[in-house]
C-alpha cells in the first residue's frame, strides 16, 4: 500500500525526503499509471513542485512551522467540482470544459494555506450525479484493484487517486454516498463530515442540502488531520456551522472500552451479498473483543431513504442546474442566423449534459411541479424530518452505528449503466446519513472476499455513522479497526 502522509511526515522532518521528492514520486507515478485509471483529469505538476521547493526552502532555513502549517508536504488531490483559482474546474461535463475557476474554495484554502500541496484536479461523475463513475464527460474511472471495475462515485477519480498512489489523500464531496461508496470499493478511509462542518462555499451544487466536502486517505489519521484543517465556520457559507472543532487526530488512540455499538437490523436485510455481510459482522465481533458493546437496534425508515433522496436530490438539482443556460459561462451551442433564445438554450443543455444529468433534471422538474408538489416533493420532505427522528432515537441507546457501506463489492464497468435503478440502489446504505446530515466513515476491512467469490480480491469497507458532529468518536472507532 502506498505510504500515508502520517508515514512520510516522519521522513520529512528527518530529512530523509524532501518536499520536492515527495512530488517527483507522485508524478512519476501519475504519468505511469494515470492513462490506465483516468483518475486524474488535469495535473498541476509546476505549481506542485514550485510549492515543494518553498517548503524545502523553509525547512532548510529552520523556519518552517509544522504547528501553523500541520499539513506542509501532505500531496492531495481534489475533486474536479471543488474551484482552485485559475484551475479547470469542468464538474466531469461537456458543459464546463475549458472553464477554469475564479476563486479557491474554502476547504481547499485552508489545506493549501497549511501547507498541502495540490497535485491535481480528480475526475467524477458529471456534476456529481452517480454511483460508479462512468458518467464523466472524460471517460470512466478504473478501479486501481481492478481496471475492469468501478471505483464508485461519484468522488471516484478521488478515491481512484488515492488507491492507485497518486497522492497522499483527496478531497470528495458527498450527497448521497460519493465519499463513503468510492472509498469501500478502492479500499481507502472516506468521510462525510455532518451537514455544515465543512464549508461548501466553492463547490459546485448539485443538491444544496445534501452536499458535503470531504477527505479521502489511506488512514483515519490523516482523515483526521485533514478534518482539522477543513472544519470550522465560514462567512461565505451560512450553512456552514460554528461548532468547536476538536483536535480529532490526538484523540484516536482512547479506544473503544464502554462504546455502544448499534447493529440496524435494516442494513443486514435483503440484498446483502453474503460475503459482505461476513466481513461487517467480523468487524462488529473485532470491537466487542476490544472492549465495545454491541446493541441491536432499528431504523424503520430505512427502506424509504433511496425513493426520498432521489426526489429531493433531483428537485434541487433542477433548481441548481438551471444556471447552466449557455449564456454566462459554460456550453453554448453553435446554431444557425436567426435562431431564437430558446433555440440556444435547448440546444447548449441538450449538448452539454449527460444522460443521467437530463434524467435526473427531468425528476426534479416533475416533482416540483404544480400537480405533483405535493404528492411528491412535499411528502419526502416529511418523510426525511422521520428519518431524522430514527436517528435521533437510534443514538439514545448507541454511540455509533456500523453497517455494510455498499450491499457488495465492486461491480463490472457497464454492468449498471442501462439500468439506472440498480445504480441507485447501490448507495442504499449511504443515502440516510445524507437525508438526516449524520456525519459517515467508511474504513477498509481486512476480511478478503473469499476465493471463490465473483470479486475475489477486491476491496469491502465497513461504514460508521455517527452523531450529529461528534466526527471525533466516529474517527476513535475507525482508527481502533485498524486503518
Known amino acids: 500500500m502506498p505510504a500515508s502522509f502520517a508515514a512520510d511526515l516522519d521522513r520529512l522532518r528527518s530529512g530523509a525526503v524532501t518536499h520536492k521528492g515527495l512530488v517527483d514520486g507522485f508524478l512519476a507515478r501519475i504519468d505511469a499509471l494515470n ?61 464546463l470544459e475549458g472553464f477554469r475557476a475564479l476563486y479557491t474554495a474554502t476547504a481547499v484554502q485552508r489545506l493549501i494555506e497549511a501547507g498541502a500541496i495540490v497535485i491535481g484536479k480528480a475526475n467524477c461523475d458529471e456534476f456529481a450525479m452517480g454511483s460508479s463513475n462512468e458518467t464523466s464527460y472524460f471517460g470512466a474511472v478504473r478501479n486501481p484493484h481492478a481496471l475492469d471495475r468501478v471505483p464508485g462515485g461519484s468522488s471516484g477519480g478521488s478515491a481512484a487517486a488515492v488507491a492507485a498512489g497518486f497522492c497522499h489523500a483527496a478531497l470528495g464531496s458527498d450527497t448521497g454516498g460519493s465519499i463513503r461508496q468510492p472509498a469501500a470499493f478502492c479500499g481507502v478511509v472516506g468521510l462525510k463530515p455532518t451537514y455544515g462542518r465543512v464549508s461548501r462555499f ?36 451560512m450553512t456552514s456551522a460554528r461548532h468547536n472543532v476538536p483536535p480529532f487526530a490526538t484523540r484516536l488512540d482512547r479506544g473503544v472500552e464502554g462504546v455502544r455499538v448499534g447493529l440496524p437490523r435494516e442494513y443486514f436485510a435483503e440484498g446483502l451479498d453474503p460475503a459482505v455481510r461476513t466481513a461487517v459482522e467480523a468487524q462488529a465481533a473485532r470491537l466487542e473483543d476490544l472492549g465495545a458493546t454491541l446493541v441491536d437496534v432499528s431504523l424503520p425508515m430505512t427502506d424509504a431513504g433511496i425513493a426520498t433522496y432521489y426526489v429531493l436530490t433531483t428537485a434541487e438539482a433542477s433548481s441548481n442546474l438551471a444556471r447552466f443556460d449557455g449564456v454566462r459561462y459554460g456550453h453554448r451551442a453553435a446554431l444557425p442566423a436567426g435562431s431564437s433564445l430558446d433555440d440556444m438554450y435547448t440546444a447548449s443543455r441538450t449538448e452539454g449534459f449527460g444522460t443521467e444529468v437530463k434524467r435526473r433534471i427531468l425528476l426534479g422538474t416533475y416533482v416540483l411541479s404544480a400537480g405533483y408538489y405535493d404528492a411528491y416533493y412535499e411528502k419526502a420532505q416529511r418523510v426525511r424530518t422521520l428519518i431524522r427522528r430514527d436517528f435521533e432515537a437510534a443514538f439514545d441507546r448507541c454511540d455509533v452505528l456500523l453497517t455494510p457501506a455498499t450491499p457488495a463489492a465492486p461491480f463490472r464497468i457497464g454492468a449498471n449503466l442501462d439500468d439506472p435503478l440498480a445504480m441507485y440502489l447501490s448507495d ?12 459517515g466513515l467508511v474504513v477498509p476491512a481486512p476480511t478478503p472476499l473469499p476465493e471463490e467469490h465473483e470479486a475475489a480480491g477486491l476491496p469491502v469497507g465497513v461504514q460508521l455513522l455517527g452523531c450529529w458532529f461528534d466526527e471525533a468518536t466516529l474517527l476513535r472507532v475507525g482508527a481502533s479497526l485498524g486503518r
Do not use: W
Open 35 to 95: 492513462g490506465q485509471v483516468n483518475a486524474l483529469l488535469s495535473v498541476c505538476a509546476e505549481d506542485a513542485l514550485a510549492q515543494a521547493r518553498a517548503l524545502d526552502a523553509l525547512q532548510a532555513a529552520g523556519t518552517l512551522d509544522r504547528t501553523t502549517m500541520p499539513l506542509a508536504g501532505m500531496v492531495i488531490a481534489v475533486k474536479d467540482n471543488l474551484s482552485i483559482e485559475g484551475q479547470p474546474l469542468t464538474c466531469g461535463s461537456r458543459m
Open 202 to 237: 466553492g463547490l459546485v451544487a448539485f443538491a444544496s442540502s445534501f452536499d458535503c466536502v470531504g477527505p479521502l486517505a489511506h488512514s483515519t489519521e490523516d482523515v483526521a488531520r485533514l478534518l482539522e484543517v477543513m472544519a470550522g465556520g465560514d462567512a461565505h457559507d
Open 428 to 439: 442504499v446504505y449511504t443515502v440516510p446519513a445524507n437525508l438526516a446530515g449524520i456525519p
